[in-house]
């Protein structure tokens, strides 16, 4: 692996790095189209700015493609061999071969579709979320970091790294969810209190504009869905942020609070494109009357979803969104969310995203990659490009 810490002083550095998620598992009939954003992805490399880094934000293989019908028998085998299948096709393998990283965090279909803890009167059963973090562990981090071990249920899958001129954290918000319901909707989080922590400290680690910060989330930040909004209880038919709004509320804030700067979510799962300009306004409490706070949301088109019905569409998303939420930490202190999403529409594929300076800290150019076509945006620390 290179070097991949991070100069404060490389003002002047550029990065582009490749954001990808979601490849649904190939059959007999569908082999040569399974892998056609694969192809497409060699062929960015083979260009005149390839990317560097390519960070897979989850379900890079189906465990539950089948939906249980030619599974196999022993469970521990359903958690490793649609990892033999993906790493055994050569339109895979080689695509890291040529990049100097490949990220991975996984997401519900390394797992189970829209995974998360279920309470039970026998209490939790863990046994699939620990066969799933080993599949994920020997095959997917087999490229990156190695999972550290030592945590029940499961070792954490979160991590971070840094490379010149940028620094990434690579969250996991799908195995630390808390159980769900009615009751315990209020307090529902959607990644445990160490991964909080860690993830604030390293936001905290240069706060202001000097450094460009990505995390990727396999869940999608912001928009929102269109059935969360409104009662709290309907955040139980969402699986993204917006379904853990304690969460959300509390992330928003704490970036607000701390006037993070040059911050970028990358995120997959939805099975389209998106990018989403959000800003955080302080309305009542000590904050008011402090400069807002941007940050953007980019959410990547899937690398084969071949079942629309599988897919969410731009309706089921709020495009321009305003809503207020409390500071859960600073008693007295309001603030007003607003979101403007672009959807790019290039069906199945990939984004490459480029990192450069600006006059007020770092923009983000940002290419949507499809089969037959491309859409760009450049995301800028206080608008859109």
Do not use: P
């Given at each position: 692996m290179p070097d991949l810490s991070v100069n404060p002083e490389s003002k002047d550095a550029e990065l582009r790095f490749a954001v990808a998620s979601c490849q649904y598992a190939s059959g007999l009939l569908d082999k040569q189209p399974a892998y056609r954003s694969y192809e497409r992805l060699a062929q960015s490399l083979a260009g005149g700015r390839p990317p560097e880094l390519l960070l897979l934000v989850g379900d890079q293989v189906y465990i539950d493609a089948t939906a249980g019908l030619f599974d196999p028998t022993v469970l521990a085998d359903r958690f490793h061999r649609p990892y033999k299948v993906l790493y055994g096709e050569p339109r895979v393998s080689a695509i890291g071969r040529r990049l100097d990283g490949v990220y991975c965090v996984m997401d519900d279909h390394e797992l189970e579709d829209n995974w998360e803890p279920v309470e039970t009167p026998a209490g939790i059963d863990y046994g699939k979320l620990r066969l799933a973090v080993e599949g994920y562990a020997k095959w997917e981090r087999a490229q990156g970091p190695a999972c550290v071990p030592g945590r029940s249920p499961a070792p954490p899958v979160w991590y971070a790294f840094d490379r010149d001129p940028a620094r990434f954290f690579m969250a996991d918000t799908r195995t630390e969810r808390t159980a769900r319901n009615v009751r315990l909707l209020s307090g529902a989080r959607i990644m445990g209190s160490e991964q909080r922590d860690a993830l604030r400290t390293w936001l905290e680690k240069d706060a202001n504009r000097t450094i460009p910060k990505v995390i990727a989330t396999p869940s999608i930040l912001l928009p929102r869905r269109?059935?969360?909004?409104?009662?709290?209880?309907?955040?139980?038919?969402?699986?993204?942020?917006?379904?853990?709004?304690?969460?959300?509320?509390?992330?928003?804030?704490?970036?607000?609070?701390?006037?993070?700067?040059?911050?970028?979510?990358?995120?997959g799962d939805e099975h389209l494109s998106c990018a989403a300009r959000i800003e955080i306004r302080a309305i009542a409490g000590p904050a008011a009357g402090k400069p807002n706070t941007v940050i953007y949301s980019i959410h990547g088109s899937p690398l084969y979803a071949p079942f629309p019905f599988a897919n969410s569409v731009e309706e089921d998303l709020v495009a321009a969104d305003r809503f207020e939420f409390d500071d859960p930490e600073v008693a007295g202190t309001r603030y007003e969310c607003t979101v403007d999403t672009r959807f790019p529409r290039i069906g199945d594929g990939f984004a490459v995203l480029g990192l450069s300076p600006a006059a007020d800290g770092w923009q983000l150019c940002c290419e949507f990659i499809g089969h037959t076509a491309s859409v760009t945006y450049s995301c800028l620390p206080k608008g859109w490009g």
């Open positions: 269109r059935w969360a909004r409104g009662h709290e209880a309907n955040a139980l038919r969402s699986d993204a942020w917006d379904g853990y709004r304690a969460s959300l509320h509390e992330l928003l804030a704490f970036i607000a609070r701390k006037e993070i700067g040059s911050l970028f979510f990358v995120s």
